[in-house]
């Protein structure tokens, strides 16, 4: 696929405004196994840097937010009783319940995290609905602003290849950071 091929897809999606790169970022929230970083890269290219901020940053706190409120209507089903019994969710869910919203807050600001796994260990916690909405307001704009700009650097690959490369490490960094903050908080993955 040649450039002009690529910039013709961004103008077919331009053309229908900002509901298809919303609704693209909340469907990622939904369902996590699809490209967050991809996603916000291509929506920031098509909108622009602020504007392509804003409706990520909105796409995936409604879906996040959304699957957090399906998450606590099934707080009491069998699968989720069941999940609630490992020793890591557990041990979040204890730490939560006596730190506070901060940990929480930390976890949500890195891109990385595991979004699906935070929102039902929240919702198996005390944690109110309207704090965790404002935990989740706040640290995804962190998390989408960085992932952001960081996305719209790499895309420079060709224009200025070290600061590309130098992006790119960073992404690295940031990745092992927050796969260690996950860890310091969730304990070992393994059960």
Not at 10 to 33: E, K, M, N, S, T
Not at 104 to 117: D, E, K, Q, S, W
Not at 149 to 169: D, H, Q, S
Request: with cysteine.
């Amino acid at each position: 696929m040649s450039f002009e091929q690529l910039e013709e897809w961004f103008d077919l999606f331009r053309q229908f405004g900002y509901i298809p790169g919303f609704v693209l970022i909340y469907f990622r929230a939904i369902i996590p196994i699809l490209p967050l970083t991809l996603y916000v890269i291509l929506i920031m290219h098509t909108y622009g840097s602020i504007v392509g901020i804003i409706i990520c940053w909105l796409g995936i706190v409604s879906g996040t937010f959304t699957m957090f409120l399906i998450f606590k209507r099934l707080v009491n089903t069998k699968k989720m009783k069941q999940f609630k019994t490992k020793r890591s969710v557990q041990r979040l869910i204890s730490f939560i319940d006596r730190q506070g919203l901060i940990p929480l807050f930390i976890l949500l600001c890195f891109p990385f995290t595991p979004n699906t796994l935070i929102n039902v260990v929240a919702s198996l916690s005390h944690i109110k609905t309207k704090y965790y909405f404002i935990v989740l307001t706040l640290s995804k704009l962190i998390s989408i602003t960085v992932l952001g700009i960081m996305g719209r650097e790499v895309t420079t690959i060709f224009t200025n290849p070290i600061r590309a490369i130098v992006t790119i490490l960073f992404f690295i960094i940031l990745w092992f950071i927050s796969k260690r903050v996950e860890k310091h908080f969730m304990g070992s993955t393994k059960e």
